[in-house]
């Protein structure tokens, strides 16, 4: 049995009845597991995104920082540092991999007051992703812990009952990754993202069966495949937050210098497998060079307000509730875009 899969742009949410007056009413806070965020946009933990200018933007916005891992640990401590004397530890989070040296990191950061962490693997869906979260979970029961990537509910089930606080779901749907192609892998983003949102429900109805105070939850972080705030809208109706990257790539504050080429500014964006010699699973790029972070951001959160009003969503929990999905052909793709006019 082949089962079909669907990205962004094969479907539509379909208006619903709506009460809201005005978008600026809509509530587009995000809380993962106690951590309280303004936004549930989290700009990606890539070399060319999230540095130490970066995460201070976006420790400014009341955002969640993931600071990318292709740095030595001296220097991730020294962003980390940074950002925790000046807004706390709550919205600063540090990537990890799954190496020997990853362990011992693990301890300097808890040393240095982290207390948020990301598990950032192409295949999170490992032995190997599974006993590193094992072994963090071994050393600390109360730190927040991100894993991924996954691209499958059972993938995501595994990371969950290993430790997991929330799980990072996506395989390939990135602008720069090239995983599907080079190993024929991956799943299309929406699906995926329908795929781990129901056995996110199966275990919180279990969760409500325990005669427990404290009652486990277990957040997704949808990563990839975001082009604009309209994908946002409908990547939120199954993740509590949503990891974006190339529509950050390029702004003033992301890592890099800007390059003049034929009279336009540009910058670097690499994506996290390509820093290997082979370049296997990513592709290295240039993209525009862009305006603030702030402005981008703020754009993103208008359209998320947006599209919250024309489903009659007060809040991010109202969006999740039972959204209604229309399958559109290549002809209504088409039809949403603007078209059959010359854009000024």
Not at 31 to 36: A, D, I, N, P
Not at 73 to 94: K, S
Not at 108 to 115: I, Q
Request: hydrophobic letters at 40%; a neutral charge.
């Amino acid at each position: 049995m082949i089962r079909e899969g669907l990205t962004f742009d094969d479907v539509l949410l379909v208006p619903q009845h709506s009460t809201i007056k005005s978008r600026s009413e809509v509530d587009i806070s995000a809380t993962l597991c106690g951590l309280k965020f303004k936004h549930p946009v989290i700009p990606a933990n890539m070399k060319t995104i999230t540095g130490l200018e970066m995460g201070f933007e976006i420790c400014k916005s009341g955002g969640l920082a993931i600071i990318h891992r292709f740095m030595p640990i001296e220097e991730q401590l020294f962003i980390a540092n940074h950002l925790i004397d000046t807004f706390g530890d709550r919205g600063v989070c540090i990537s990890l991999g799954v190496k020997n040296e990853d362990l011992p990191a693990f301890h300097k950061f808890l040393e240095a007051g982290v207390r948020n962490f990301c598990i950032d693997v192409a295949h999170g869906d490992s032995a190997q992703c599974i006993q590193t979260l094992k072994n963090m979970r071994a050393l600390n029961e109360q730190v927040f812990i991100i894993a991924g990537n996954v691209a499958t509910g059972e993938g995501a089930r595994r990371l969950w009952e290993a430790g997991a606080s929330a799980v990072k779901v996506g395989v390939g749907p990135g602008s720069l990754c090239t995983t599907r192609i080079e190993t024929g892998n991956g799943v299309p983003q929406l699906t995926a993202l329908m795929d781990v949102a129901q056995v996110q429900k199966q275990l919180m109805e279990l969760e409500r069966t325990k005669a427990t105070t404290y009652k486990r939850q277990f957040p997704i972080i949808a990563d990839g495949g975001i082009k604009s705030a309209g994908d946002l809208v409908k990547a939120l109706c199954f993740a509590d937050m949503v990891m974006v990257g190339n529509l950050f790539a390029g702004c003033v504050e992301t890592p890099g210098e800007i390059m003049n080429i034929d009279g336009r500014s540009f910058k670097h964006y690499v994506g996290s497998s390509t820093h290997k010699t082979n370049h296997v699973e990513g592709v290295a790029a240039i993209v525009p060079a862009k305006g603030k972070f702030g402005d981008i951001l703020a754009k993103l959160l208008e359209g998320l307000r947006s599209g919250c009003s024309y489903q009659g969503a007060h809040n991010l929990v109202d969006l999740r509730d039972n959204p209604e999905f229309i399958r559109i052909t290549n002809a209504g793709l088409k039809e949403s875009h603007p078209h059959d006019v010359i854009l000024k």
